[in-house]
């Protein structure tokens, strides 16, 4: 079975600094990766995923996560904060070959940036 | 281009009363229909999904069920709403291998 851990529920970081936003999963077979942000009130919106090949992936806005299978992790980063990249971020697991939609998503991270 | 509607965005219901939800999507053909639930403290869930016309496979157990009387429309309904109904109801589209996109919710409070 799969399943996706994201490290932190809460994560606070300053305008301009890094951000760094951990998941760990767990699959038996090659998995899709995916990278989702939801603002409040709203649907979810695709950042970025991994499927095949080169394992840095870069996505909207400025961020990019690398699949790293040793470690079975897809941590998403970004250099530096805006205010508006406060938002819900969940990452999620899929089967290869599957269908992208049938997600396993984690419980999500809360970015909060101040000024 | 490709959209998706849900409605109605927001939805009080007492406990007992039935629930459709309608989601529908254009500028597609065949996709893949999702409804996923987010609750609090349980995270996003996958409830059903549907890869084509009366073809509706449940992952969880509940007291909701859904139907797909079109090729691009998904009903989410209940006859009796429970409160543990309560949370944040998503459609979602793909095709083929694609990734899923998301409507904008619909937010369920049972009273």
């Known amino acids: 079975a799969q399943s996706v851990t994201q490290l932190g529920s809460h994560v606070s970081v300053s305008e301009g600094a890094l951000v760094l936003l951990r998941c760990n999963y767990s699959s038996s077979v090659p998995p899709y990766l995916f990278w989702y942000v939801q603002y409040p009130n709203q649907g979810l919106q695709l950042l970025l995923k991994y499927t095949t090949g080169a394992t840095l992936v870069k996505g909207i806005n400025g961020f990019e996560a690398e699949f790293k299978k040793s470690e079975t992790s897809f941590h998403l980063t970004k250099p530096s904060a805006h205010m508006s990249d406060a938002a819900e971020y969940f990452c999620a697991v899929s089967n290869y070959g599957g269908s992208q939609g049938n997600l396993i998503f984690g419980k999500g991270t809360k970015l909060s940036v101040k000024p | 281009s490709q959209t998706i509607h849900q409605w109605p965005a927001t939805l009080v219901q007492p406990v007992g009363s039935p629930l459709s939800l309608e989601c529908t999507v254009e500028?597609?053909?065949?996709?893949?229909l999702y409804w996923y639930r987010q609750a609090a403290g349980r995270g996003l869930q996958l409830l059903f999904y549907s890869v084509g016309i009366g073809q509706i496979s449940s992952e969880v157990p509940q007291n909701l069920s859904a139907s797909r009387p079109q090729d691009r429309q998904f009903i989410l309904s209940s006859k009796k709403l429970l409160l543990s109904d309560s949370g944040f109801y998503l459609c979602?589209?793909?095709?083929?291998?694609?990734?899923?996109?998301f409507g904008q919710g619909t937010r369920l409070t049972v009273v």
């Open positions: 500028g597609t053909s065949n996709p893949n």
């Open positions: 979602a589209w793909s095709v083929g291998t694609s990734e899923a996109f």
